[in-house]
């Protein structure tokens, strides 16, 4: 599975029943309540992160990569505009671009 075929899962899955679909139900739910279990997920994987978990951290990042696929899809954005912004970032210092926030 790559972010393509995923963001077409999603998509696919979004207007169906919600009584049969996870992500119809979530969508159904509303942008606050994706955008609250995005948090959830990433809490997760900091907690995996933080103590150790190699193998837990697996699962918390995919539930936090599926959730975010779910949060762009619900606002008519892709991962591919997500690469477009990491790609311009690209061969600019973190430390530098902090430090330029600065002046
Ligand atoms: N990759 C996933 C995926 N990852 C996580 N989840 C669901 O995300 C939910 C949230 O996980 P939590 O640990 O927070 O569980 P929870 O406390 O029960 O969740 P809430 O009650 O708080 O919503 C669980 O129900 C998981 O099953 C997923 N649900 C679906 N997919 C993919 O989406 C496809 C379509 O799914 P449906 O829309 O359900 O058909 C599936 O075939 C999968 O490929």
Redesign the pocket.
Known sequence: ?DLTA?EA??RA?RD?DPD???????RARGIRRIAQ?VG??AV?TAIAAASGDRDGMVGEV??LI??LAVLLDAHDLSFSQVMDELARREGVSGLDEKAARRS
Do not use: I, P
Not at 20 to 26: I, N
């Open positions: 599975m995923l899962l999603v899955r169906a049969q679909s996870y992500v119809a139900r979530l279990k959830e997920e997760e995919a539930d599926f959730h």
